[in-house]
Every structure is written in C-alpha cells, then in structure tokens.
C-alpha cells in the first residue's frame, strides 16, 4: 500500500526486546527515489541519540497500532555505529552499519535493494541474504573508501527537501509538502505539491523519475 511520510512520522518502533523509539524522519535516496533509512528518536533511552534503522530490517507493521517492528534488539541499536544525522552520511558509514547489522548494502546490486526490488525481510525476521557474486564485497569496499571524505549526495533528510520549489516548463506550481511510498519496496512513488500560491487549497501528486542505476 502507499503510505504518506508526514503520517509514518511518529510512528513507534518496537525491537524484539521492547520499544526503541519512535519515527522522526526519513533518508531519501534522489538517484532511486527510495527510502534508504528511518531516523528514530530514541528519547531519554540513549538521551536523545538519534539512530538510522533500515527497511532492510523491519518486521511486521501494525498500520492500525501505529507500530513497526524492528528485527533487532534493543543492544544492537545501543551498540549500533554513531552516525551524525545532521550531517552528509558518508558510503563509508552505510557499509560499517551493514556490516555491523548482517546485511548487504542496497547499492550492492542491479535492484533497487541490492540483488531484489525489496529489502530484506519486509514483513517478516530478518533472513540473511545469499552470499554476493566473488569480488561484489571488494568492489564496495573500494567504492566505500573512494567516498569516505564525503557525504553520499543523494542522501537527503525527507525534512529539508520539505518546502523545496517545483517548477513546471512554464513556471512554479508550488512547494514539496509530503512524499508517498510504496510500504514494500519504500520506493517514493509521488510527491505531494501544495499549490496554495497558484491553485488554492489543492494538492497534486507528481512521480519522480528516478536516474539510471549507473547515472554519475
């Protein structure tokens, strides 16, 4: 089904152990158009630590609850590698947190997670990936080393695109209010473009178009 980001924020996520937190905004990927990872605030149990959760590692969502399951103790994300939401998440940081977690880097394939057109255990326990073609895991490290000094510039905070300007071929229609995606394979099927200034009291949703997998 597809689902409205400004309504997935909030949402608590739950680890096998007990809650971990709740939703507090989202990664976008602007090659693929797909949510690569969930921020969670974790509040006062790790002091307001924000962490990164992938779909990769989600469980069963209870839509009704307003819960997602995270497969993945409440240790694991305590001892989870520190990463500066605030700032560019680096290729480098993304491979040290699937390793640290078990699983293959969604870059890591021909689909838009990997080897498949769905994370890992969408719905169900984590179950660990087939082992990668040989040589798959050294040409991510190298790729991993080559953006080590960089923030991954298609990662982008679903907060701060919020609010960016849409043109159309003859002029501006409006600003990006909200995303919707597909609750399987997280990809971000629309936008929501709040058209006040021009249409009043309307939304339109408008796909993005996502790059070629070996787009520079």
């Not at 089904?1 to 007990?18: F, I, K, Q, V, W």
């Not at 500066?84 to 998440?89: K, N």
């Not at 969408?122 to 050294?138: D, H, W």
């Not at 995606?181 to 971000?188: K, L, N, R, S, Y």
């Amino acid at each position: 089904m597809l689902r409205s980001t400004n309504d997935l924020r909030g949402y608590t996520l739950r680890a096998t152990d007990g809650e971990i937190g709740s939703v507090d905004e989202f990664l976008l990927d602007d090659e693929q158009w797909t949510i690569r990872y969930l921020v969670a605030n974790t509040g006062g149990w790790l002091t307001g630590r924000l962490v990164l959760i992938s779909p990769i590692v989600l469980g069963q969502a209870n839509w009704e609850a307003r819960t997602l399951a995270v497969a993945l103790t409440r240790a694991q994300i305590e001892q989870s590698p520190d990463i500066a939401t605030d700032q560019p998440v680096s290729r480098q940081r993304e491979a040290e947190l699937a390793q640290y977690y078990g699983y293959f880097p969604y870059w890591g394939g021909a689909g838009l997670w990997g080897a498949g057109m769905s994370p890992y255990a969408l719905g169900g326990p984590v179950v660990p990936p087939a082992a990668p073609p040989a040589g798959t895991a050294a040409t991510e490290r190298e790729l991993a080393s080559a953006q080590a000094a960089q923030g991954d510039q298609h990662l982008h905070s679903t907060r701060d695109v919020t609010g960016y300007h849409i043109r159309a071929r003859d002029g501006e229609i409006g600003h990006v209010d909200d995303f919707i995606v597909d609750d399987e394979t997280w990809a971000i099927r629309y936008m929501v473009i709040d058209t006040h200034n021009w249409w009043p009291g309307k939304h339109v949703l408008v796909a993005p178009r996502p790059l070629p997998r070996n787009a520079g």
